[in-house]
């Protein structure tokens, strides 16, 4: 059963990598990078290190997103936008 889990997890935390790379909508990557170390966390739970499981779900997909996404708006690159808002300009 652990390894079922481990290996859903990886392959999440592969599938949400790949994501990050192929996305063009920054605050989706920043969502990507999230779920990446959501599931690494839980890869932590599995091999039995939830100290360190709890520290990347607090670090890594809490403090890293919410940090990114303000540089995001910082920069100016904090808009979604949608294919129809393009074509009206």
């Not at 790949?18 to 999230?34: Q, R």
């Not at 990114?68 to 808002?85: C, M, Q, S, Y």
């Amino acid at each position: 059963m652990l390894f079922w889990i481990a290996l859903i997890s990886v392959s999440v935390m592969l599938g949400a990598a790949f994501a990050v790379l192929f996305l063009k909508n920054y605050l989706a990557a920043i969502a990507a990078i999230s779920v990446v170390s959501l599931a690494l966390s839980v890869l932590f739970v599995v091999l039995q290190a939830p100290d360190v499981a709890l520290t990347e779900a607090a670090v890594g997909t809490g403090i890293s997103g919410v940090i990114l996404a303000l540089t995001l708006r910082r920069v100016g690159l904090w808009k979604i936008e949608t294919p129809d808002e393009n074509e009206k300009h």
